[in-house]
Antibody, heavy 123, light 107 residues
Framework: EVQLVESGGGVVRPGGSLRLSCAAS????????MSWVRQAPGKGLEWVSG????????GYADSVKGRFTISRDSAKNSLYLQMNSLRDEDTALYHC????????????????WGQGTMVAVSS | EIVMTQSPATLSVSPGERATLSCRAS??????LAWYQQKPGQALRLLIY???TRATGIPARFSGSGSGTEFTLTISSLQSEDFAVYYC?????????FGGGTKVEIK
């Protein structure tokens, strides 16, 4: 079964750090681009960051640039998000998502999603 | 950054009726648009990519159309399981951006 399972969320004070993980299974992780997408309570979806199959292309939303770092480990079939200098507005459910493959070419439409891990930034 | 605007915010529809959801991009994104369905407690589901191609396993009652800046998701005959929130997303440029969502509720 193709699956993404996030972990690492929790409650953290403003200015603190947290590292999220996403364990991938059921597919060849190295073939796919991956992203983090978040959803604040009662709000819509916000793309946070993306990384291509080999880590050679990385992007961030302006709201997290300079504070968050995305990475991947092919040996562990895992995606990560290092979050530093956390703010109240970073409170959200963080989803890991797989970029689809269309005719062998990466398409940044997300065909597999995890259930998410909750991050709450509060003093 | 490309801004995606969805309308209406809420759509009240009776089962069996047609639902038409709109999505507008602030600049041309060609056909690089996806639609998703979100239900409470479930993982997000890709419905449509490349503006009009149904994802694997998506029923034929879901269809997408449009290009450039104007896009539409049509659900031809609403089933009980279709009442949910729907999001559009442009994948033409980074940063990727989503619309604010349309909630399809039972009338």
């Amino acid at each position: 079964e193709v699956q993404l399972v996030e972990s690492g969320g929790g409650v953290v004070r403003p200015g603190g750090s947290l590292r999220l993980s996403c364990a991938a299974s059921g597919f060849t992780f190295d073939d796919y681009g991956m992203s983090w997408v978040r959803q604040a309570p009662g709000k819509g979806l916000e793309w946070v960051s993306g990384i291509n199959w080999n880590g050679g292309s990385i992007g961030y939303a302006d709201s997290v640039k300079g504070r968050f770092t995305i990475s991947r480990d092919s040996a562990k079939n895992s995606l990560y998000l290092q979050m530093n200098s956390l703010r109240d507005e970073d409170t959200a459910l963080y989803h890991c998502a797989r970029a689809s493959m269309v005719r062998g070419i990466i398409s940044w439409a997300f065909d597999i999603w995890g259930q998410g891990t909750m991050v709450a930034v509060s003093s | 950054e490309i801004v995606m605007t969805q309308s209406p915010a809420t759509l009240s529809v009776s089962p069996g009726e047609r639902a038409t959801l709109s999505c507008r991009a602030s600049q041309s994104i060609s056909s690089n648009l996806a639609w998703y369905q979100q239900k409470p407690g479930q993982a997000l589901r890709l419905l449509i990519y490349d503006a009009s191609t149904r994802a694997t396993g998506i029923p034929a009652r879901f269809s997408g159309s449009g290009s450039g800046t104007e896009f539409t998701l049509t659900i031809s005959s609403l089933q009980s399981e279709d009442f949910a929130v729907y999001y559009c997303q442009q994948n033409n440029n980074w940063p990727l951006t989503f619309g604010g969502g349309t909630k399809v509720e039972i009338k």
